[in-house]
């Protein structure tokens, strides 16, 4: 147990004066409590090489942790295939500590859903660390949908990485709705032409939660769109990061990127640092992005108020229809609905 | 007891006095018109009575059906039976009108005491009221006045009314940026609800809407205060004569 509690402690080192965990007090994931050791679920002992290794901090910790590679291969015959990996973790006798890599590797021509849940049932904390890779082949479809909804206390940090091929789509979905603490960095590279993809993220966080989201698109090739929809709903003393980065090399000509982030914060002391990064080296290229954080539009809560509405229902109201744009955008029509449904739940949406 | 009693009010914005004394009755079953020149206080009445709060009474007092309408907050206002029709409606996208009239309708039921209302009947409801103002059920899947025209703005807002029953309605400017079908439309509405028991102020620059709604009684307003009240006849002097005569008798 200390050999994984060294590891997390040099990873949480290196986040220090890193500009890449800026915001991110990863101290917080040491726990200063006098706790029963944590019970340490290990699915392996043969370390898979990464496709691309990156300097995450965390490497080590999710190696020793997590041993094996998950891999997960989808075929063209796989017709409309869903891959569902919880990664709910039962605390119930104790804190745990978790780890998962996993590997989905989505053949020519192929579609594949891939839902990524994290959670923790029980009075525990869980602290998790999961790293994912995917690799997009020709023309395949593939939609990764990372939900963080937990009952109990979770810590997640988490790494994603794609490779999008020729003509290929990538789409990701990342709603941080219930965790203590939670980083995730996702790495999208467009490495052949043609290649697409479509990042959309939502947070809601209220009383101490924090939620970072990193994310990079890498235009490696000319050809190749992208689009970024991050939003969020902050309420309480949370804190909510987003650093959204997108690289076009010198031959991604006639690159279209485009990439949004936008924060309600409903309480004052409610904190959203955002800030979009593009490093572009091309010129023929269209590219855009925004970052908008602000409090409710007074005159729409006036109009919804004057209509007989609490100022909590308006709120609600107002909040909801902020982050279900993202909600939107998910394919699947039973998810969506569920998780609208969450989403609403935790706004303190009536069902009226 | 009268429906809406507004005695000696005063408010300002910003340390700026804008209504400097206001007195007016209007009881059940009436129509009262507001008419006044630019900067005259239209609209501050109008968000006066509406309960925005930039604006600040100093002194004088407002009664709604008996109940001191200034102790209210605004949402407490529209349960207990008042109606803005706001000159600008603000648009809320990603808001439906379903959910916002469901929400409304469900707010001011329990206010009553009644229970929340059926699925089945909020859809009647809903499109019986839509046809009141020519609009399109296909509105309802549409968020609040998102990309809608000035005349379709302008009905919604007439539609809201029509959903929420007031026993005091406030229209404000609701012919501004209006062309003659869109007026007709608003206009039919607003007669159509028309009852013994409800009243409204009709705030309007232009004579023009009164030909449509005709009122029981009209006021003239200039520089914060009622200069001149008569009936519907005063309508088509100011039209003939402008403001300027008025404010020179003032």
Redesign the interface.
Same mark, same amino acid.
């Given at each position: 147990m200390e050999g994984i509690y060294d590891l997390l402690k040099e990873a949480v080192n290196k986040t220090v004066r890193n500009e890449e965990f800026k915001y991110v007090r990863a101290a917080n994931l040491l726990s200063s409590e006098e706790r029963a050791a944590p019970v340490l679920t290990k699915s392996g002992t043969h370390v898979g090489e990464r496709v691309v290794s990156s300097g995450w901090p965390f490497e080590n910790v999710v190696d020793a942790i997590a041993g094996d590679v998950h891999v997960v291969r989808v075929t063209r015959e796989d017709a409309d295939a869903v891959i569902d990996l919880s990664c709910v973790v039962d605390t119930t006798s104790g804190d745990v500590v978790f780890g998962k890599r996993i590997s989905i590797v989505v053949e020519e021509g192929a579609k594949a859903q891939v839902i990524e849940r994290h959670g923790v049932d029980g009075s525990g904390v869980g602290l998790s660390f999961t790293e994912t890779e995917i690799v997009a082949h020709a023309g395949s479809n593939v939609e990764h949908i990372k939900i963080i909804d937990s009952v109990g206390v979770l810590k997640h940090v988490g790494r994603t990485h794609v490779d999008v091929h020729r003509d290929a789509t990538f789409t990701s979905h990342v709603h941080c709705l219930n965790a203590a603490w939670v980083r995730n960095d996702l790495m999208v590279r467009l490495v052949e032409s043609g290649a697409n993809a479509y990042l959309y993220g939502v947070s809601v966080l209220n009383g101490e939660e924090f939620a970072d989201n990193h994310t990079a698109v890498d235009h490696m090739m000319p050809h190749c769109h992208s689009e970024e929809l991050y939003k969020g709903v902050y309420d309480g003393q949370s804190i909510g990061v987003f650093n959204g980065k997108i690289f076009v090399r010198p031959q991604a000509q006639k690159t279209t990127a485009y990439q949004s982030c936008k924060s309600v914060l409903v309480s004052p002391r409610a904190t959203v640092n955002a800030k979009p990064q593009l490093e572009i080296w091309a010129d023929d290229v269209k590219c855009s992005h925004g970052a908008t954080t602000g409090a409710l539009s007074e005159e729409s809560l006036f109009y919804l108020r004057s209509r007989g509405l609490s100022y909590d229902d308006a709120r609600a109201l107002l909040t909801y229809a902020h982050a279900a744009e993202v909600v939107d955008h998910i394919s699947d029509d039973a998810l969506r609905i569920s998780l609208e449904q969450r989403l609403a739940e935790k706004l303190g949406m009536a069902s009226w | 007891m009268s429906v809406l009693e507004i005695k000696d009010l005063h408010a300002s914005i910003d340390d700026r006095e804008i209504l400097k004394g206001i007195d007016l009755t209007v009881n059940a079953g009436e129509v009262h018109a507001i008419m006044g020149p630019n900067g005259s206080g239209k609209s501050t009445l109008a968000s006066v009575l +509406?309960?925005?709060e930039d604006y600040t009474v100093t002194s004088g007092s407002v009664m709604l059906r008996g109940n001191d309408l200034l102790e209210m907050?605004?949402?407490e206002r529209?349960?207990d039976g008042m109606?803005?029709a706001?000159q600008y409606?603000?648009e809320?996208?990603?808001?439906s009108m379903a959910?916002?009239m469901? +929400?409304?309708v469900? +707010?001011?039921r329990a206010?009553r005491g009644q229970p929340?209302i059926e699925p089945a009947s909020f859809l009647t409801l809903m499109r019986e009221k839509m046809s009141l103002v020519e609009m399109d059920p296909a509105f309802l899947q549409r968020?609040?006045n998102d990309g809608f025209s000035g005349g379709e703005k302008k009905r919604n807002e007439i539609f809201?009314m029509a959903m929420?029953d007031p026993v005091l309605a406030v229209l404000d400017e609701t012919d501004s940026g209006l062309d003659i079908d869109a007026l007709r439309i608003v206009a039919n509405g607003v007669n159509m609800l028309r009852s013994k028991e409800n009243a409204f102020v009709v705030i309007t620059h232009y004579q023009r809407l009164l030909n449509y709604i005709v009122p029981d009684f009209v006021h003239v307003l200039v520089n914060g205060r009622i200069v001149r009240s008569g009936g519907k006849e005063l309508a088509y002097e100011l039209e003939e004569r402008g403001y300027d005569f008025i404010k020179v008798e003032a």
């Open positions: - | +509406a309960g925005r907050s605004a949402e529209a349960r109606f803005l706001f409606p603000v809320i996208p990603g808001v959910n916002f469901r +929400a409304s469900n +707010a001011h206010h929340q968020s609040v809201q929420l």
